[in-house]
């Protein structure tokens, strides 16, 4: 258990697609996913409970501290920047920094990457399968990739920033596929 009610394989291998690396994942209007070489913490970084968090629009200033306190290479640091005068580009900085350290290294292979989350509503233990790669952007029209209803126009700036500043996305974008097929 990797924290946060999140399990992870005791390998932590990713997917490797077949050549060419495109994987359609259904119908016509299914989004076109590709891999990605995804950054990684290794064991200089610390145990894994002590590095993920939840995600940083639900984590108070005071839970941030508490994450931090923990461990100081925790993922909040990067992903919910409060240090200096310019908090995005110190992220970006410390960022640098664990790569240089080695506190972060970055997969040599592209890849896709399977996940599940496991956690209890209600009292029945329920577990959340999916695949981590980069999609394609979409025109609107096409009906491929829908944005979120209730986007707010800070967040959306805030997460721009980040980017810029790190070159990251450190918290993936759900998008939900129901597998009709079982697979």
Same mark, same amino acid.
């Given at each position: 258990?990797?924290?946060?009610?999140?399990?992870?394989?005791?390998?932590?291998?990713?997917?490797?697609?077949?050549?060419?690396?495109?994987?359609?994942?259904?119908?016509?209007?299914?989004?076109?996913?590709?891999?990605?070489?995804?950054?990684?913490?290794? =064991? @200089? *970084? #610390?145990?894994?409970?002590?590095?993920?968090?939840?995600?940083?629009?639900v984590?108070? !200033? +005071? %839970?941030?501290?508490?994450?931090?306190?923990?461990?100081?290479?925790?993922?909040?640091?990067?992903?919910?920047?409060?240090?200096?005068?310019?908090?995005? =580009? @110190? *992220? #970006?900085?410390?960022?640098?920094?664990?790569?240089?350290?080695?506190?972060?290294?970055? !997969? +040599? %292979?592209?890849?896709l990457?399977?996940?599940?989350?496991?956690?209890?509503?209600?009292?029945?233990?329920?577990?959340?399968?999916?695949?981590?790669g980069?999609?394609?952007?979409?025109?609107?029209?096409?009906?491929?990739?829908?944005?979120?209803?209730?986007?707010?126009?800070?967040?959306?700036?805030?997460?721009?920033?980040?980017?810029?500043?790190?070159?990251?996305?450190?918290?993936?974008?759900?998008?939900?596929?129901?597998?009709?097929?079982?697979?």
């Amino acid at each position: 258990d990797g924290g946060g009610g999140i399990r992870y394989n005791n390998t932590h291998q990713p997917m490797i697609p077949p050549e060419g690396g495109r994987q359609h994942m259904g119908g016509n209007n299914m989004a076109e996913m590709t891999p990605f070489g995804a950054l990684r913490f290794t =064991a @200089r *970084a #610390g145990k894994l409970d002590e590095l993920v968090c939840p995600p940083y629009d639900v984590i108070s !200033d +005071e %839970q941030r501290r508490e994450y931090l306190e923990r461990n100081p290479h925790n993922i909040i640091r990067l992903e919910l920047p409060r240090e200096g005068d310019d908090p995005y =580009a @110190r *992220a #970006g900085e410390v960022l640098r920094e664990w790569m240089e350290q080695g506190v972060l290294v970055c !997969d +040599e %292979q592209n890849a896709l990457y399977v996940y599940e989350e496991e956690f209890s509503h209600r009292g029945q233990r329920l577990c959340v399968s999916g695949v981590i790669g980069r999609v394609k952007l979409e025109e609107f029209t096409k009906g491929v990739v829908l944005p979120h209803e209730e986007t707010l126009s800070k967040a959306k700036t805030d997460r721009l920033n980040l980017m810029r500043a790190t070159g990251c996305n450190f918290s993936q974008i759900y998008s939900l596929y129901h597998d009709e097929g079982g697979v």
